[in-house]
């Protein structure tokens, strides 16, 4: 950045606080700054990050760069560096969308505090904007949620709702709110096929019909009735349990859900509706015994717990630097197959005592990486439903496994083609073979070294990329990062908190 664009970018600067009614003072509070660092920005004294001014655009709810502004960005890794240090455990990212969603059954105030902001957040955000929910941040991650008597579903911002697949988890919600209207297929991660299927199995069963026409689901809902229901959902899904969740919070009936998931997110969901008054009974086994309201109107706010993906993320980094660091308020439940299986791979972990999450029901722990040799698993790692090894954490034990001694065998049975991404790993050094597009085999230990690679279009195997980088001497180039932006909240800022350089970049 010149010293004139700086000059420019501050005086926009300026000019959007001074609209918001701010001071300096109040501007640094929101941005988790000093007020001389503000003042030195407005000043064109402070070169500014692209990061940082997509951060202020957010916060101040305008842009500050218009023009020039290319539409990637990129990473620029420094790796071969040793970490230490301590770093928080961020709030779920599939919590909060499903409570996002959820937020349309409560006709008063649902507050959500410390939501994570990251991109698959926000484009729910301007869904729910756009159908006439008022959505207010009421600082960086605070989220103020009033919905309309009734929902203009017409006006829906079809861009933002086809790219994420969360917009699919409406429909529980929706349920009685139109008589007909149409919802954009999914977006979301090129994960190959996921039907959407096992939702139109479980949502049929409150009368739901949905047909699929034209890069639209056409809705037709059905008549309201206080039917008590029982079925069984085809898939164990967590958003597919998510979404019946939601049809049957607002029914008057009881439903039972059989095989229904007790995941992470499914709890933290059932925990917000109970909140709301809806009764739910068997939050955490897979047969969950609901009691709905048909007309709920609470003010209320409620603390989504954190996201055990994240942990995994974090903990993986201290592995791959082979560091010494403690990643704090990690959710013990969700993780506890995960660190039993680092341990059978000789990781040395410290974990403190639990605690309570806001929330006050998910349990946390301190998890501490200490360095260690490690040794391939003397049997195939692959992910189960909860409580098994966690499908999303699945893809970070390919990183770790390159750092072993010894060939693992990773089986990552859900999705189609996830594991041919993680063969991205060999431009950084890695041996991975791939056997199908399910399986793969993982030789170390690896000798990392620096490359530039484009993200992959899958959120986790394109963290995993950025992992890799950290271990890697040199200076690597991660492009196109959109796709982690969808899932983690300043991941490369957090990792530098901890002794990463990390950069973004734009061409």
């Known amino acids: 950045m010149t010293q004139e664009t700086a000059e420019h970018v501050g005086a926009l600067l300026r000019d959007a606080r001074g609209q918001k009614g701010w001071t300096q003072g109040q501007l640094a509070a929101e941005l988790g700054t000093s007020q001389s660092a503000i003042a030195r920005m407005e000043q064109g004294k402070q070169n500014l990050s692209l990061k940082m001014i997509q951060r202020l655009e957010s916060i101040l709810g305008r842009s500050i760069v218009k023009v020039g502004r290319p539409a990637m960005t990129h990473l620029r890794v420094e790796g071969g560096r040793t970490l230490s240090g301590s770093v928080d455990v961020n709030s779920s990212k599939n919590a909060g969308v499903a409570l996002l969603c959820a937020s349309l059954i409560n006709r008063g105030t649902t507050t959500l505090r410390r939501l994570a902001r990251i991109e698959e957040v926000n484009r729910i955000v301007e869904v729910l904007t756009s159908i006439g929910v008022e959505c207010t941040w009421l600082n960086a991650n605070d989220l103020q949620i009033r919905r309309p008597a009734v929902l203009d579903l017409d006006s829906m911002d079809i861009e933002a709702a086809r790219r994420t697949r969360s917009v699919i988890m409406l429909l529980g919600p929706l349920l009685d709110e139109s008589s007909g209207y149409r919802l954009p297929y999914a977006g979301g991660c090129d994960l190959g096929t996921r039907t959407v299927q096992p939702h139109m199995q479980a949502l049929r069963q409150f009368g739901l019909s949905v047909d699929a026409k034209a890069g639209f689901y056409a809705v037709q809902a059905p008549p309201s009735d206080g039917h008590d229901r029982s079925f069984v959902l085809s898939e164990r899904g967590d958003t597919v349990t998510e979404n019946a969740i939601m049809a049957a919070a607002h029914r008057s009936g009881t439903t039972v859900i059989r095989n229904a998931s007790p995941n992470y997110m499914v709890q933290d969901l059932c925990f917000y509706l109970q909140m709301l008054g809806v009764e739910i009974q068997g939050v955490g086994t897979t047969t969950l015994k609901i009691t709905g309201r048909p007309a709920v109107d609470v003010d209320i706010e409620y603390f989504p717990s954190e996201d055990p993906i994240e942990a995994m993320s974090l903990i993986t980094a201290g592995i791959v630097t082979d560091?010494?660091?403690?990643?704090?308020?990690?959710?013990?439940?969700?993780?506890?197959?995960?660190?039993?299986?680092?341990?059978?791979?000789?990781?040395?972990?410290?974990?403190?005592?639990?605690?309570?999450?806001?929330?006050?029901?998910?349990?946390?722990?301190?998890?501490?990486?200490?360095?260690?040799?490690?040794?391939?698993?003397?049997?195939?790692?692959?992910?189960?439903?909860?409580?098994?090894?966690?499908?999303?954490?699945?893809?970070?034990?390919?990183?770790?496994?390159?750092?072993?001694?010894?060939?693992?065998?990773?089986?990552?049975?859900?999705?189609?083609?996830?594991?041919?991404?993680?063969?991205?790993?060999?431009?950084?050094?890695?041996?991975?073979?791939?056997?199908?597009?399910?399986?793969?085999?993982?030789?170390?230990?690896?000798?990392?070294?620096?490359?530039?690679?484009?993200?992959?279009?899958?959120?986790?195997?394109?963290?995993?990329?950025?992992?890799?980088?950290?271990?890697?001497?040199?200076?690597?180039?991660?492009?196109?990062?959109?796709?982690?932006?969808?899932?983690?909240?300043?991941?490369?800022?957090?990792?530098?908190?901890?002794?990463?350089?990390?950069?973004?970049?734009?061409?």
């Not at 403190?352 to 946390?364: D, V």
């Not at 496994?401 to 049975?413: E, P, R, S, V």
């Not at 859900?414 to 950084?428: F, S």
Request: with cysteine; charged share 25%.
């Open 323 to 507: 560091s010494e660091v403690t990643i704090r308020r990690v959710p013990i439940e969700f993780m506890e197959i995960e660190l039993a299986t680092l341990e059978q791979m000789g990781q040395r972990l410290e974990v403190s005592g639990e605690y309570l999450a806001r929330n006050g029901r998910t349990r946390l722990v301190d998890v501490t990486t200490k360095p260690s040799e490690l040794r391939a698993p003397e049997d195939k790692i692959h992910p189960m439903p909860f409580p098994g090894l966690n499908i999303d954490n699945l893809p970070f034990f390919a990183v770790i496994a390159a750092n072993a001694q010894g060939q693992t065998m990773i089986h990552d049975w859900v999705y189609d083609n996830r594991a041919i991404y993680l063969t991205e790993l060999n431009k950084l050094g890695a041996q991975v073979q791939l056997l199908d597009p399910h399986r793969i085999y993982v030789n170390g230990p690896t000798k990392w070294r620096a490359a530039e690679v484009g993200c992959p279009p899958a959120l986790r195997p394109a963290a995993c990329l950025l992992l890799a980088m950290l271990a890697a001497r040199g200076v690597s180039e991660l492009r196109n990062i959109y796709v982690i932006e969808r899932g983690y909240e300043d991941l490369a800022e957090r990792l530098n908190t901890i002794g990463a350089k990390v950069e973004y970049f734009q061409d």
